[in-house]
């Protein structure tokens, strides 16, 4: 059992920013404002995990800086060192200790860095870690203490889409249902609760109370046909991701989509990064609260074109 009974995990698309310290002033500002945002953000929602996606070499250093109480691991997609968009993982350094990291391409050669693969507009990559809680009381022994793991992705938004992460892929996608083993097939749709509901794009079909992205191709071509079709019509499979978003009857706030665009129009939002948890050993996880929390504040500019989405889960 884990004997952290409640962790918040969260994940953040920040929005790469290609300028570097060192450019133009103006340009210095506006980065600097940004991650000022995205910090003060990150400190409130107080996450015990949290991954991002689109982090730059800079904004990586930046990250790391601002979130003194974290470690964290990451890599450059473009050569598996600095170069590229990271997709880095960020824990509680009181809460976690890492027994192992590693990093892996969503290509046909997952250990060669940089690599592509054959449907993917860009290189794309996942970064894993081994986690275990640190010891919270002096009758727990280490043995006892069980660990965990945690992927971070950033799914490509030009192949087939086949569980943190920004997917760029919709829950009625064909590879959702595989993912999550069909688990929510039988759901009825439901009306979305939240007023930017009402300005969706006529694309968008509205399921799960959550407003979604029109349909692409079959997930069964995923790798060109080179694994077996799957029938999600034969109902759940043995061991699939649970979307946190749907374990919850009352999510937390007034916003669904987690992408918004810089324009914030309602007209492109859509739900594609998710949290998920894995459903093998069955009741290992619960989920207690979902959320998708607001990129901005006040009058301020958005802090990023994505949501923060957290879940609280509790450990069985």
């Not at 929510?184 to 509205?206: F, I, M, N, R």
Request: proline share 5%.
């Amino acid at each position: 059992m884990v004997h952290l009974e409640l962790m918040k995990i969260a994940t953040f698309n920040i929005r790469y920013s290609p300028f570097k310290p060192s450019s133009y002033a103006a340009n210095d500002q506006v980065h600097l404002l940004a991650m000022a945002r995205l910090h003060d953000q990150i400190k409130w929602e107080s996450p015990d995990i949290i991954g991002f996606q689109e982090v730059l070499e800079h904004q990586y250093h930046d990250l790391k800086a601002v979130l003194s109480d974290f470690t964290s691991i990451g890599v450059g997609r473009d050569d598996g060192i600095t170069r590229g968009e990271y997709v880095p993982l960020f824990w509680r350094t009181d809460k976690f200790k890492a027994l192992s990291v590693n990093h892996f391409w969503l290509s046909e050669r997952p250990d060669d860095a940089g690599t592509i693969g054959w449907d993917a507009g860009q290189t794309r990559m996942v970064t894993l870690v081994h986690l275990q809680p640190m010891l919270l009381g002096v009758s727990r022994s280490e043995e006892s203490n069980a660990s965990f793991f945690v992927m971070n992705t950033h799914f490509d938004d030009r192949g087939l889409k086949v569980l943190m992460g920004d997917f760029n892929a919709p829950r009625q996608e064909a590879a959702y249902k595989v993912l999550t083993g069909q688990y929510y097939a039988d759901e009825t749709p439901l009306q979305p609760a939240d007023q930017s509901s009402k300005y969706c794009a006529a694309g968008v079909e509205q399921t799960y109370g959550r407003d979604q992205a029109p349909h692409t191709e079959p997930a069964q071509q995923y790798l060109g046909g080179s694994i077996p079709s799957c029938d999600v019509s034969a109902g759940p499979i043995a061991r699939y991701f649970i979307d946190c978003g749907a374990q919850v009857q009352r999510p937390y706030g007034a916003f669904h989509a987690t992408f918004t665009g810089f324009d914030n129009n309602p007209n492109v939002a859509q739900v594609i990064d998710f949290v998920m948890i894995m459903s093998s050993p069955s009741n290992l996880w619960q989920v207690i609260k979902y959320g998708v929390i607001s990129n901005q504040f006040q009058d301020e500019p958005l802090a990023s074109d994505h949501r923060m989405v957290c879940a609280v889960i509790q450990a069985g």
